[in-house]
């Protein structure tokens, strides 16, 4: 059972760069999100997406973006990196966007923009 | 964003002893969950709560949903040291679908 999987699993990256943190799920859950994690800071909310060809912003959403094309992909892109997007980024995953909304989380990308 | 206090930010306890930690926000959540991550993965789910008062427990955790559905509390019991890891709460608003996540509780168990 592979749950959710991100790619890649590190990345260094020039500032000015794009990249996309690709996310896939294979549990068919409707919602699906992408987190930052800083150290004191806990997980914030970045994107998310309710079901396929819907999304909405965060808590941070500011110089990132997301795409829902079919239920299981949620690439996040930043489209010219900068220094204060080094973090650690978390896809995650749940059956629907409301009630009873447990989430699951994937083993998370690290990526330092120098 | 909403703001959850997770306390305490890190514990140093003895294997065998018992944990507590608990959550609290200004704003009145109607689910609360709790997660554990261990170094270079992501978080995992050790309970869930939907109502004010609930208890629940998975094995020597156990969780609370506050009466006041503004505050959750996990407690650990017989502390072993595979629960090292860090621990955070999350909170659901009853007006949306966002959760907000504490900002941890980093523990360590001293075999």
């Known amino acids: 059972i592979a749950g959710i999987t991100q790619a890649p699993t590190s990345q260094i990256l020039a500032a000015g760069r794009r990249m996309t943190l690709r996310c896939t799920q294979d549990?068919?859950?409707?919602?699906m999100y992408w987190y930052r994690q800083d150290l004191g800071l806990g997980l914030r909310l970045i994107h998310y997406?309710?079901?396929?060809?819907?999304?909405g912003k965060g808590e941070v959403p500011d110089g990132y973006s997301v795409s829902r094309a079919n239920t299981d992909d949620f690439p996040l892109t930043l489209a010219s990196a900068v220094p204060s997007q080094t973090s650690v980024y978390f896809c995650a995953s749940s059956p629907d966007g409301t009630t009873k909304n447990i989430q699951y989380f994937g083993a998370g990308t690290r990526l330092s923009v120098l | 964003g909403q703001q959850l206090n997770q306390s305490p930010q890190s514990m140093f306890i003895q294997e065998g002893e018992d944990v507590s930690m608990n959550c609290t926000s200004s704003s009145i959540f109607n689910t609360w969950l709790w997660y554990k991550q261990e170094p270079g993965e992501g978080p995992v789910l050790l309970i869930a709560l939907y109502k004010a008062g609930e208890l629940t427990s998975n094995g020597r955790l156990t969780a609370q949903f506050g009466i006041t559905r503004k505050d959750s509390f996990l407690n650990i019991s017989a502390s072993i040291p595979s629960d090292v890891g860090i621990y955070f709460c999350?909170?659901?608003?009853?007006?949306?679908?966002?959760?907000?996540f504490g900002t941890g509780t980093s523990l360590t168990v001293i075999p």
């Open positions: 549990m068919r859950h409707n919602a």
């Open positions: 997406s309710n079901t396929a060809g819907t999304t």
């Open positions: 999350a909170g659901q608003l009853i007006a949306g679908n966002q959760f907000y």
